[in-house]
């Protein structure tokens, strides 16, 4: 019986430590020359008094758990310092010990508002990865969860930005909306907001009947919210004042920080994954991609209220062109024999085994499919080295490398401006962290 | 009251029903507790997917309002109830026992989804396994995300916990710490010891196949 | 303090004149069009460039660890590259203990629609040291991600401004998680891991640099002063 003086911690040599050869990480101070531009008081009585407050990890508005400690100049912002890492959880580290299947479950949860969108993204770099074509009936439906997951990320992002910025129904109004998006997911995948709707050469199920004309509907009903909010906030003198002129990046800032989505187009850049590197036969879609002049938060907000029209517009045509068919490809590599064969033929029997104990096993290769997230460019990079579990998986993260230029976009504002800013970046911090 | 090493023996356990306790505390106790139970502010610890589950059953289909929780309190020092919505790395760990540190007692917690009540599906190296290691917990909600149905069912299991307390336990507001003298202290070696065997089935924590 | 311009903003079909791209289909496992970019890297780079494949229709090209700075500033940089946005900026290391580390930047030309893998390798012989150049003068959007890659990897990015962990707090004594050598679970067991990670102690929220700033160092309670001036980090 071991005692308590035996030891149970696990002493290893390190191959690697925590720290640097001289005993601390290397860190250049933060007033080095050429970080930050030099800023002109704007209070010249107080001139060298600066004050340093925190923001998080725990606030009300900051989206999750994002810390930001901001030196400021009165109200004004000289500095803005993020620190993040709060709900760092190890998905790229887990997804090294999980089959190709096994990992869509932590897909759901690192974009949590875009839960079926980053599933569909992560099957689409699968099946890249094993060489797979998927069949027409699921690409279209693969459209159709991406565009939905698309709206119901906006709406939270219209939602939570509302609120910050004062106004309490719109969060009101869009949690509604979410509410029957939820119900057509709940029926298609079985679960509201992680799905796990996606598989490698197809999707979780077929939709059930009916889904179809509940989704009519819902295309139809949805627009009467979107006006709702357009003539409750559009011109609205007090949303207008608080968020014009704010965290302005101008187009080549914007490219060179790594900004993608609503961010990059709000600044006046063109770029959207859909139209320029497309996916799921997205150049046969008719829609817009609305692009900002200004690159403020007032940009962002109208063109993330445009791509809302524009979702619906393609949910609209995806629904027309719903082909028959089977959902999942009829590659054995990957696809688990109907169950019926299953417990009843040896060979279907033993090759079901083998797919769900061993898992899918991909050939020798690596692959970055990139898709256009409500947040940005996503992709997954995958390694293989031809076993069942990934050698790496890598989560490009939009809202990590959108949330690295807030340091940039409020230098100068005053403090309530931070919060504004900081809601039209659209974060997910399980994204940024993972 | 309040932080304590050891408790008294004379008070440890100082809940006597047949006690003379009479009938106005008995009504006081009912009392305390409908008000206690009915107007739990929350203070919403929300980190992950759960947050939006919670914002959900907040939201107009759910309703938390009608509970009682109209009011979300982001101040811990004007908070009842910390629900912690989400994954707690160990990064988060200080910040989550501060938060609760500062809640003013009464306070309950409720620890809503699978990853606060033990992980969840992240047994890797920087994510605490359950809140309970850091905070105490009087409610667990499972899900991943629990149904806003199941929040509630969760928040209306503390409201009956709460009716349940009585004034003449006074211990019951006491937050202690760990004592090695005592005979229920276990020592964290022996907790590793006993907890190996626990955990994610071995085929999953093998990176090779 | 805010600027008043005229909202207004049009609604676009992006995309260069010519042609409309379309959803690949039929992609090659090998072989496969190659980017051009890596013909013109050889003529200007020469031995620097090492081996190009194109593996599920991307392009790989591998780049000598210590030129990639001059590399990548000159991707971006040339009219005819125009590399203007960097994607990601990893790191992989396989299961075989022989495979060197490799460095991996994803590059995208918005102008040519193009897209580029660079790779660094880094041999875990014990010569070659775990550094390579940082591309954040080139572009910014490298900074955040180089500091990942260090706090997962321990790889030094040489040049960047600030490197330290960003996912992890500054004094975790684990390691660099994403190593094949570390254990998913840590290396210490979940009570360390948990009496380590709640020894951060909760007043000392600030670190002297951002102290500094705030010229509050003088204001600060003697103790705290005490404790921040031997050096102690906050761990953030």
Redesign the interface.
């Known amino acids: 019986m071991p005692t308590m003086t035996d030891k149970r911690t696990i002493e290893v040599a390190l191959s690697t430590t925590g720290l640097g050869p001289d005993g601390k990480p290397q860190r250049i101070p933060l007033g080095a020359e050429g970080l930050m531009s030099p800023h002109a008081p704007a209070e010249p009585e107080f001139e060298g008094e600066h004050m340093l407050i925190n923001i998080g990890p725990q606030h009300p508005a900051t989206h999750g758990v994002l810390r930001l400690v901001l030196e400021l100049d009165g109200e004004t912002v000289v500095r803005c310092i993020p620190h993040v890492g709060y709900l760092h959880c190890g998905f790229e580290k887990i997804g090294e010990y999980r089959q190709y299947n096994q990992i869509i479950p932590w897909t759901d949860r690192e974009d949590y508002l875009n839960s079926l969108g980053n599933n569909i993204a992560y099957a689409l770099g699968a099946e890249r990865l094993f060489g797979i074509e998927i069949t027409e009936r699921c690409k279209v439906l693969r459209v159709i969860g991406m565009e939905l997951s698309r709206i119901i990320s906006h709406l939270v992002w219209l939602g939570t930005t509302c609120i910050d910025i004062g106004a309490f129904t719109p969060f009101l109004w869009s949690f509604q909306e979410r509410e029957n998006v939820y119900n057509l997911l709940e029926r298609w995948t079985g679960a509201r907001l992680t799905t796990s709707g996606a598989r490698v050469g197809g999707m979780i199920a077929d939709v059930p009947e009916g889904w179809t004309d509940q989704l009519r509907h819902f295309i139809d009903t949805f627009p009467k919210t979107l006006d709702q909010v357009e003539r409750m906030l559009n011109k609205n003198a007090i949303w207008v004042g608080r968020t014009v002129g704010l965290g302005v990046m101008t187009p080549q800032e914007a490219l060179n920080y790594g900004l993608t989505g609503p961010m990059l187009r709000a600044s006046g850049v063109a770029y959207d994954v859909r139209k320029d590197f497309p996916y799921l036969d997205y150049e046969t879609y008719d829609f817009d991609v609305p692009v900002g002049t200004n690159g403020d938060v007032y940009d962002r907000f109208l063109v993330r209220q445009e791509e809302l029209r524009q979702s619906v517009r393609i949910l609209d045509q995806a629904l027309k062109r719903l082909p028959d068919g089977p959902v999942n490809v009829d590659d054995p590599r990957v696809i688990l024999p109907p169950k019926s064969k299953a417990t009843s033929e040896m060979e279907s029997m033993i090759h079901h085994f083998k797919l769900v104990m061993e898992g899918p096993r991909p050939p020798i290769g690596e692959v970055y499919v990139p898709i256009e997230s409500p947040k940005g460019e996503k992709g997954y990079y995958f390694v293989s080295d031809g076993t069942a579990k990934p050698v790496r998986w890598r989560i490009r993260p939009p809202s990590f490398v959108n949330l690295s230029a807030i340091p940039k976009m409020v230098e100068g504002h005053l403090l309530s401006d931070v919060i504004a800013i900081n809601a039209s970046i659209d974060i997910v911090m399980g994204e940024i962290d993972r | 009251m309040g932080l304590i090493t050891q408790p008294d023996p004379a008070t440890a356990v100082s809940y006597n029903p047949q006690s003379q306790e009479g009938w106005i505390t008995t009504r006081l106790d009912f009392l305390v507790n409908w008000g206690r139970a009915n107007s739990l502010w929350p203070m919403p610890f929300g980190t992950a997917c759960c947050a939006i589950e919670f914002m959900a059953t907040a939201a107009s289909k759910f309703d938390l309002a009608r509970f009682g929780m109209e009011r979300m309190s982001f101040s811990p020092r004007q908070s009842d109830v910390l629900i912690c919505a989400g994954r707690v790395p160990f990064k988060l760990a200080p910040v989550l026992r501060r938060i609760y540190q500062q809640m003013h007692q009464p306070k309950w917690v409720i620890s809503m989804g699978a990853c606060a009540s033990s992980g969840g599906m992240f047994d890797s190296y920087a994510v605490a396994q359950g809140i309970d290691t850091i905070i105490p917990v009087d409610v667990y909600v499972p899900g991943c995300p629990p149904r806003p149905e199941g929040l509630i069912y969760g928040i209306m299991m503390l409201q009956k916990k709460v009716m349940q307390e009585r004034m003449s336990n006074e211990s019951l507001r006491d937050e202690f710490i760990a004592d090695p003298t005592s005979q229920l202290y276990i020592p964290p070696s022996r907790i590793d010891e006993l907890s190996e065997p626990f955990g994610n089935s071995v085929h999953q924590t093998r990176s090779a196949p | 303090?805010?600027?008043?311009?005229t909202?207004?903003?049009?609604?676009?079909?992006?995309?260069n004149p010519g042609e409309?791209?379309?959803?690949p289909?039929?992609?090659a496992?090998?072989g496969g069009a190659m980017n051009p970019s890596v013909e013109a890297l050889r003529a200007r780079f020469g031995s620097a460039i090492g081996r190009a494949e194109v593996?599920?229709?991307?392009t790989?090209v591998y780049v000598d660890r210590t030129k990639v700075a001059e590399v990548a500033a000159w991707l971006q940089g040339d009219p005819d590259q125009s590399y203007?946005?960097?994607?990601?900026v990893?790191a992989?290391?396989?299961?075989?203990a022989m495979r060197a580390i490799e460095v991996?930047w994803?590059i995208r030309s918005?102008k040519f629609?193009r897209?580029l893998?660079l790779k660094a390798e880094l041999p875990k012989d014990g010569k070659t040291p775990l550094s390579v150049p940082s591309v954040w003068g080139v572009?910014?959007?490298?900074?955040?991600?180089e500091r990942?890659c260090y706090d997962?990897f321990?790889i030094?990015f040489t040049g960047h401004?600030?490197?330290?962990?960003?996912?992890?707090?500054?004094?975790?004594?684990?390691?660099?998680?994403?190593?094949?050598?570390?254990?998913?679970?840590?290396?210490?067991?979940?009570?360390?891991?948990?009496?380590?990670?709640?020894a951060?102690n909760?007043e000392a929220?600030?670190s002297k640099?951002?102290?500094?700033?705030?010229?509050?160092f003088e204001d600060l309670p003697l103790d705290m002063r005490r404790r921040l001036g031997g050096g102690e980090?906050t761990g953030?």
Request: proline share 6%; glycine share 6%.
């Open positions: 303090m805010s600027k008043h311009s909202p207004s903003f049009t609604v676009v079909r992006p995309g409309q791209p379309t959803t289909t039929g992609i496992h090998r593996v599920w229709g991307d790989t203007e946005m960097l994607v990601d990893t992989v290391e396989y299961r075989d991996v994803h918005l629609r897209f893998r572009w910014k959007a490298a900074d955040w991600m990942e997962m321990g030094e401004p600030d490197l330290r962990r960003i996912l992890m707090w500054e004094q975790y004594k684990e390691g660099y998680p994403l190593r094949k050598d570390f254990p998913m679970r840590g290396r210490f067991s979940r009570s360390e891991q948990l009496r380590q990670a709640l951060a909760p929220r600030y640099e951002e102290l500094s700033i705030a010229d509050a980090q953030e």
